[in-house]
């Protein structure tokens, strides 16, 4: 089907990530069960996810000259995803997670680092590589200004944008009316609408871009009402990453010629097969476990 290159603009992070039997209350020491260093961050993870599955992905974004930043770099690379456009920086680290699993459970803190080191006039560097993808995917670990800047560029060729909105926060509405696709899970989408400023035609109208997903019970999208995507039966081993795995995935699908309906069924199966390995990354399936998951052709 013509042009079915994904472009990445988000954040690369190190997740440090520590399993306990108990999350620990304020003052209280716990002791954990394992800790692992794995590659993470929304945009890598995005990256990650559509390349996995067969998408020509370019990432864009930025890490620190330290030990963290050429690992991930390097991990991307032997994804078979094009880094050139990753640039290092002396005056910031690279970004990190920390994360504590508990009980098929998660609790973050990201300290963006690098990622803010993402700014519009980087973006502008890169107008061309936007302009020749069939999909942009953006998320909110870099700063607002230049994902706006990056959905403003996509616009102008026409390139259509997944906006996963989160870590949450209040979007100008300039921004949620140039992007085509919205990701919220349920949190994020009651916060997204109780902050916006508009019309009841306007919301509706931002509704209507909303795919709005639900964990274990699948997605809701939004086409002459709502239609709920119910999600599959796993093992839940570790659900850090599933969001990424299907926004990933929904660009992949998107690109591909899929219809919307069918892209969210595809990427509800990818997100599924995603919680059953520990690491946001390690999880995420190549095209060819994903038919096996659903033991037909039926979505190609």
């Known amino acids: 089907m013509g042009n079915k290159k994904v472009t990445v603009i988000g954040s690369i992070n190190m997740d440090l990530v520590t399993s306990t039997h108990q999350i620990p209350k304020v003052g209280e020491t716990v002791l954990g069960n394992s800790f692992h ?18 998408a020509e992905v370019t990432v864009i974004g930025c890490v620190g000259e330290d030990s963290f930043g050429h690992t991930l770099i390097e991990n991307l690379k032997q994804q078979g995803i094009y880094t050139e456009n990753i ?60 994902v706006i800047r ?25 921004l949620l009316e140039i992007v085509d696709y919205l990701t919220p899970n349920e949190l994020e989408q009651e916060l997204l609408f109780a902050s916006f400023n508009g019309t009841d035609e306007e919301l509706n109208k931002l509704e209507e871009k909303c795919i709005v ?15 709920e995507i119910p999600s599959y039966q796993v093992e839940v081993v570790d659900t850090t990453g599933a969001g990424d795995s299907f926004n990933g ?48 052709g039926a979505y190609y």
């Not at 002396?90 to 700014?119: Q, Y």
């Not at 259509?160 to 949450?168: C, E, G, H, R």
């Not at 997903?213 to 239609?227: F, H, L, P, Q, R």
């Open 213 to 227: 997903t639900k964990g274990s019970k699948g997605v809701v999208m939004y086409k002459n009402g709502a239609i």
């Open 87 to 146: 640039e290092l920086v002396a005056h910031a680290s690279t970004g990190i997670a920390s994360i504590i699993l508990s009980d098929n459970e998660n609790s973050i803190i990201v300290v963006p680092g690098a990622n803010n080191a993402v700014t519009p006039e980087m973006v502008d560097k890169h107008e061309e590589t936007i302009a020749n993808s069939s999909m942009l995917i953006l998320q909110l670990e870099i700063p607002l200004e230049s």
């Open 150 to 174: 990056a959905a403003e560029i996509a616009k102008k060729y026409n390139v259509k944008v997944i906006l996963n909105p989160a870590p949450i926060q209040r979007l100008p509405k300039e």
């Open 249 to 296: 995935a929904l660009a992949f699908a998107l690109s591909e010629g899929f219809d919307l309906t069918d892209a969210c069924q595809f990427a509800v199966a990818v997100g599924a097969i995603s919680v059953t390995k520990l690491g946001a990354q390690a999880g995420m399936p190549t095209r060819n476990e994903v038919e096996q998951f659903l033991g037909c």
């Open 37 to 54: 260093t794995l590659s993470g961050g929304k945009g890598a993870n995005q990256a990650v996810a559509a390349a996995r599955l067969g």
